[in-house]
């Protein structure tokens, strides 16, 4: 019923940037978040950044001033700049949709498959 598909993931060297695009596909009323969360080798999966439906943003204390959320609410697309990048940034990154498929439905999440963010010399 609903796609998400990340794109944008790379190889950049310390230092460097990035953009990742995630676009929500598919049966969709109305999004009422997105987020980007993380999973690097051998740990938990961990929280990036969110953007509610309004526009009001947070972040993960070690992305704050180097990573950028925002939307494109008519594409149902949602980026995440990163800026500044390094090595302990490698990881799979996930995008993550709060999303209702009807006018009466519940908000259920849904997750995309994953790009991998590489960040090596």
């Known amino acids: 019923q609903v796609q998400l598909v990340e794109s944008g993931g790379g190889l950049v060297q310390p230092g460097g940037s990035l953009r990742l695009s995630c676009a929500a596909s598919?049966?969709?009323?109305?999004?009422?978040?997105m987020s980007w969360y993380r999973q690097a080798p051998g740990k938990q999966r961990e929280f990036v950044a969110h953007?509610?439906?309004?526009?009001?943003?947070n972040y993960a204390d070690f992305v704050k001033g180097r990573f950028t959320i925002s939307g494109d609410s008519a594409k149902n697309t949602v980026f995440l700049q990163m800026n500044s990048l390094k090595p302990e940034d490698t990881a799979v990154y996930y995008c993550?949709?709060?999303?209702?498929?009807?006018?009466?439905?519940?908000?259920?999440?849904?997750w995309g498959q994953g790009t991998q963010v590489t960040v090596s010399s």
């Open positions: 953007i509610s439906s309004g526009g009001i943003t």
């Open positions: 993550n949709g709060g999303i209702r498929v009807d006018y009466s439905s519940a908000i259920n999440t849904y």
């Open positions: 598919g049966r969709i009323f109305s999004i009422n978040a």
